[in-house]
């Protein structure tokens, strides 16, 4: 089966903090991509992968970084955390074309 | 830029079919996917369907591709109570095959 292992489920930072989203694949996928989901909004792109090393700006990038320096792991950077970056953060990998995997998702909070 | 559209509700009684529906913006996209979010759960695939495809069927699934007007639909025969969940309709584009999802639609089943 193809695990995508989220970090955390759970996570409370505070304002201004540098939180880190960690999330590994074991399929040797080449794609890995973070979203974050939000009631009547549903997944928006944050990064994208398609390489190690590479990314992609997707959609909502502001205030996010990535980093990819192992093909079985991509790390979402929130390099000062806000309140309005609270969210349900999911990590999914695929093989090019094919059926994207989704880890278990992070539920953050930034009080 | 791309985008995918789908309304946000649908409430169905049990044993009906449910027609759940999406439009898209990119005419090159090669794949769309319907995925399943159950309560507290991550992201599943319920099917998929090439772009050169019309129609797929899958059990109690059927896929409609409408490529002309960009529309896809997802239709669900016997509608139980386990189908409730939020079915988000995605699709492949750009030259890195992002992947870019709807808002998801909630559908709820009532006796």
């Known amino acids: 089966d193809v695990k995508v292992t989220q970090s955390s489920r759970y996570l409370v930072k505070r304002t201004g903090e540098k939180v880190f989203l960690e999330c590994v694949q074991d399929m040797d996928h080449e794609n890995m991509f973070w979203y974050r989901q939000d009631p009547g909004l549903g997944l928006r792109l944050i990064y994208f992968?398609?390489?190690?090393?590479?990314?992609e700006k997707g959609d909502i990038p502001e205030g996010y970084s990535v980093s990819r320096e192992k093909k079985e792991r991509f790390s979402l950077i929130l390099e000062s955390a806000s309140t309005n970056q609270t969210s349900m953060y999911l990590c999914?990998?695929?093989?090019?074309?094919?059926?994207?995997?989704f880890g278990q998702g992070t539920r953050l909070t930034v009080v | 830029g791309e985008d995918v559209e789908q309304s946000l509700f649908l409430s169905v009684r049990e044993g009906d079919s449910s027609v759940i529906n999406c439009t898209y913006t990119d005419s090159s996209s090669t794949y769309l996917y319907w995925y399943k979010q159950e309560p507290g759960a991550g992201l599943q695939l319920l099917t998929y369907?090439?772009?050169?495809?019309d129609m797929k069927q899958d059990q109690r699934l059927t896929v409609l591709l409408n490529k002309k007007d960009k529309h896809l639909s997802l239709r669900i025969a016997d509608t139980q109570t386990g189908d409730s969940a939020i079915y988000f309709c995605a699709e492949i584009t750009g030259g890195y095959n992002k992947l870019i999802f709807g808002a998801g639609t909630r559908l709820a089943v009532h006796p």
């Open positions: 992968s398609y390489d190690v090393k590479m990314k």
């Open positions: 999914a990998s695929s093989l090019r074309n094919v059926e994207a995997f």
């Open positions: 369907i090439f772009s050169n495809m």
